[in-house]
């Protein structure tokens, strides 16, 4: 079992930038290829970033591409998204995910454990 819990989401104005953190707890964070997707309301959870295990390999969904980057601290079992240039279309709850597989995977379907997630608001 992997446990997830994320932090640093909060309110932050058109342009402004927030990190997002994700603490994991349980088994070796090294194995597990992660994610951070988002919900809107009334709308489907998306993908928004992934980094895979091992080599850190790096996936951004297009309109988050030069704004948002991932990044990973095995030491300290932590996933961030540093989310610059932010847009109110930014606004939803930011969930990180794990898998073990090597390939970063858009599919929420393919991550097997999920965190709560944090509240990004993002004020025009």
């Known amino acids: 079992q992997v446990q997830l819990v994320e932090s640093g989401g909060g309110l932050v104005q058109a342009g402004g930038s927030l990190r997002l953190s994700c603490v994991a707890s349980?088994?070796?964070?090294?194995?597990?290829?992660m994610g951070w997707f988002r919900q809107a309301p009334g709308k489907e959870r998306e993908f928004v970033a992934g980094?895979?295990?091992?080599?850190?390999?790096?996936y951004y969904v297009d309109f988050v591409k030069g704004r948002f980057t991932i990044s990973r601290d095995n030491a300290k079992n932590t996933v961030y998204l540093q989310m610059n240039s932010v847009k109110p279309e930014d606004t939803a709850v930011y969930s990180c995910?794990?898998?073990?597989?090597?390939?970063?995977?858009?599919?929420?379907?393919?991550?097997?454990?999920w965190g709560r997630g944090t509240q990004v608001t993002v004020s025009s």
């Open positions: 980094i895979s295990r091992g080599d850190g390999y790096t």
């Open positions: 349980g088994r070796t964070f090294s194995s597990y290829t």
């Open positions: 995910a794990a898998h073990m597989a090597w390939l970063v995977s858009t599919s929420t379907h393919d991550y097997d454990y």
